[in-house]
């Protein structure tokens, strides 16, 4: 069983920076965990879960556009973990934060960590 956990979240204000870890848990994956797609995504109160930063198995990345230049997704396949740097942080980056690993039909969530920023 995979199981993703989030970490790094908390309260900072706007303009500060957080860093989002997501480890994984399971021997058996952690041999095949460079093979996954990483993702972070977002989920902010009424609103729907959105696609944040994603990083393949090839190490290329990809942003939703509001938070390209402040963002920064990273993985080292030798911790077993993806990363997920914030900086500049807005208001609007509020919500819980989940991490997803994915490769073909397998699919895996963490729990998701909170970050709120305030104005």
């Known amino acids: 069983q995979v199981q993703l956990v989030e970490s790094g979240g908390g309260l900072v204000q706007a303009g500060g920076s957080l860093r989002l870890s997501c480890a994984h848990s399971?021997?058996?994956?952690?041999?095949?965990?460079?093979?996954?797609?990483m993702g972070w995504y977002r989920q902010a109160p009424g609103k729907q879960r959105e696609l944040v930063a994603v990083?393949?198995?090839?190490?290329?990345?990809n942003y939703t556009d509001s938070v390209k230049g402040r963002f920064t997704i990273s993985r080292d396949n030798a911790k077993n973990t993806v990363y997920l740097q914030m900086n500049g942080l807005k208001p609007e980056d509020t919500a819980v934060y989940y991490c997803?690993?994915?490769?073909?039909?397998?699919?895996?969530w963490g729990q998701g960590t909170q970050v709120t920023v305030s104005s």
């Open positions: 990083i393949t198995s090839g190490g290329n990345t």
């Open positions: 399971g021997r058996i994956f952690r041999s095949i965990f460079s093979l996954y797609a």
């Open positions: 997803r690993a994915s490769r073909g039909g397998d699919d895996y």
